[in-house]
């Protein structure tokens, strides 16, 4: 049967192999970010960001030079870029985390950049270092490729949401431990310590939870939830939250995650999937303001349109 959308078809069961490779792989790279940069509001300075051919870390400071690290996921390699010109290229390709770690480790000490890193990997159950991970897995590029073109499809849908408001907003951007896509709206105002959570040390929740928020992000699955997902939740979530209408029909709360769910196979049947996804964000979101009382008037505005600066009276 041909397919009639863009998007592509992502089966947690059937890629879930070359998925976990991939959030191990990613992890090395964001724990390199996180070893070398100063620390940033929320984690902001850890993450990752979807880019034509893949995600990168975007630039990182060593001394008086700067790299990147580039996941290729059309060509299937790492980059490893430097300010002054010197690079080197790793395949991504079956085998081992602890093969892999050791090729990124030689290819920085080649370059002559010192780090050294938290091996253990981060909010995935029974981690194994980096180093002792000899689990042989498996690298399929066209299942990566099509993780990346869902990525890039929803990476353009984020960023004009998040063009609608005028308060503190994070960047789109792609955090590795939990291996999801996500865009996060503040009220501005503080929130109550947060009690910590699997697989983040108890200051790293309380920081990144620190003011009140409305987040959505969009994740590939997870064995705990083996379907690709769009999600939203508040934290703290204001009386009623659970209850609230959202739209489109397909979205409902989970009473297990905790937060609402828009399933990715109902928003490639829908007969505008960007439009669906887009309801699904903002219908949350305004179910997180009404209810939480935020100042909206003062917090939004219109989407931004290319062109045209916003007009202000």
């Not at 996921?73 to 050791?102: K, P």
Request: charged fraction near 20%; proline fraction near 8%; hydrophobic fraction near 45%.
């Amino acid at each position: 049967m041909t397919e009639t959308t863009p998007w592509p078809t992502l089966d947690w069961p059937a890629w879930r192999e070359t998925a976990l490779h991939l959030q191990l792989m990613t992890q090395i790279a964001g724990k390199v970010r996180l070893a070398l940069s100063p620390w940033l509001n929320h984690s902001w300075h850890v993450a990752l960001y979807v880019t034509p051919r893949g995600l990168t870390t975007s630039s990182v400071p060593a001394g008086e030079r700067s790299f990147q690290l580039d996941f290729d996921l059309i060509d299937a390699v790492l980059l490893v870029s430097c300010s002054d010109g010197a690079e080197r290229m790793i395949a991504l390709d079956n085998g081992t985390i602890a093969a892999f770690f050791g090729k990124v480790m030689a290819a920085f000490g080649e370059l002559g950049i010192a780090v050294t890193i938290d091996q253990l990997p981060s909010e995935m159950p029974d981690p194994v270092r980096f180093a002792d991970d000899h689990a042989v897995r498996p690298f399929d590029a066209a299942a990566a490729r099509a993780f990346h073109t869902a990525l890039v499809r929803t990476d353009a849908v984020f960023k004009a949401f998040r063009t609608a408001f005028l308060g503190k907003a994070s960047p789109v951007h792609f955090f590795w431990g939990s291996f999801d896509l996500a865009v996060t709206r503040f009220s501005g105002r503080r929130a109550p310590l947060h009690p910590g959570g699997p697989g983040l040390p108890l200051d790293v929740a309380r920081e990144a939870y620190s003011h009140e928020e409305s987040s959505a992000g969009f994740w590939p699955g997870s064995d705990a939830y083996p379907h690709a997902a769009f999600y939203s939740y508040a934290y703290p979530a204001p009386a009623g939250f659970a209850a609230a209408t959202v739209a489109p029909a397909a979205a409902k709360f989970d009473p297990g995650l905790g937060e609402f769910i828009l399933r990715y196979d109902d928003v490639r049947a829908a007969s505008d999937p960007e439009a669906a996804i887009m309801a699904f964000l903002q219908s949350t979101y305004s179910a997180a303001a009404d209810l939480g009382g935020w100042d909206r008037d003062a917090l939004e505005c219109g989407v931004g349109v290319p062109g045209v600066p916003r007009a202000v009276a």
